[in-house]
């Protein structure tokens, strides 16, 4: 789907936090109009369609999908929908844009982007750091040669609070929903791994082992062009959420860290105070505006999305051999994961 000078017409799916982020992020876009507010709670749609403008609010989907005047659909619904919206809109001749992942399953996330093949379809994930300006930049030198082989990938991610068990129950585990975003981009500046090992413990609160899963982890990761990595997660940091990335390579490396939210320091009494980022959409507000932006652009120019369904598969099944490599207490070759 190309059109270089119409105005592209907007079903919007999923009006809680992260929704309302997207929708105001929107507004800013030129050329580009919010059609159709959908989500079962009817107020909630409502205030999207305030926030946005929208000519109408309503809580079907799949009728918001299906809008004559709708030409692109964003889906920030709950994660175990993404699979059979991406389906309908694509189904429907619809570009489509969705918060991350497809599913959760690798067999039903591979029927999905087999599908999105087959239709030829344009299908933009959101993995959001990618389009940080920092990332971004990293990502640019690094192709660019200047940092040499690369040799070694260090991420560090920690999360402000902890999630509610609720929210633990079916998010997958942290691994898939959490440390994925590192594992995306380890994919991304460095390359494909071939092995991972994995440790988990629950060090921070016992409603991770209710769940199953870890709170606190490290992860290694064997790249198949040589390079080696490390990648570390927790559920709690009480300074504030706490991101960085290193990639090094035989000439230079590159860091990627905004410890610091607002660009002025008080020092005083041979000390010095600053404020840090409270969560991740504040840490990511300009990667938030960014991917949409590059949605539209890559929409109108005809290119393809980036991340693409294929990058998320991929990701998807770099994430379930570190959670089997956890699970299993051994390493795990990212080739073992099939659906």
Known sequence: MTKSNAELGVAFLGCGRMGETHLRNLASIH????????????????????????????????????????????????????????????????????????????????????????????????????YDPGYAEAKKRIDQGELGRIETFRALSRDTYPPPL???????????????????????LVGEVEEVSAWGSVLIDDRFAQAQ????????????????????????????YDIRTEVAGADAKVVVEAPQKTPMTLSREFGARYDHYENFPDRFEAAYRLELQALFEALRAGRKPSPSAEDALETLRLAIAVTRSWKENRPVKVSEIQP
């Open 31 to 130: 050329g580009v109009r919010v059609r159709v507010v959908a989500d079962p709670n009817l107020e909630a749609a409502e205030r999207g369609r305030e926030l946005s403008g929208a000519d109408r609010a309503i809580v079907s989907t799949e009728a918001a999908i299906l809008d004559p005047s709708v030409d692109v659909v964003i889906i920030v619904t709950p994660t175990d929908t993404h699979a059979r919206l991406i389906e309908t809109a694509v189904q429907a001749g619809k570009a489509v844009f969705s918060e991350k992942p497809i599913a959760l399953d690798l067999a039903e996330t591979k029927r999905v982007v087999e599908l999105i093949q087959q239709k030829n379809a344009f299908v933009q994930l959101g993995f959001m750091r990618r």
């Open 166 to 188: 609720k929210f633990l129950l079916q998010s997958g585990g942290s691994f898939l929903d959490m440390a994925v975003h590192d594992l995306d981009l380890a994919r991304f």
């Open 213 to 240: 899963d870890c709170d606190t982890a490290v992860i290694m990761l064997k790249f198949k062009n040589g390079a080696l990595g490390v990648a570390e997660m927790s559920r709690r940091s009480n300074w504030g």
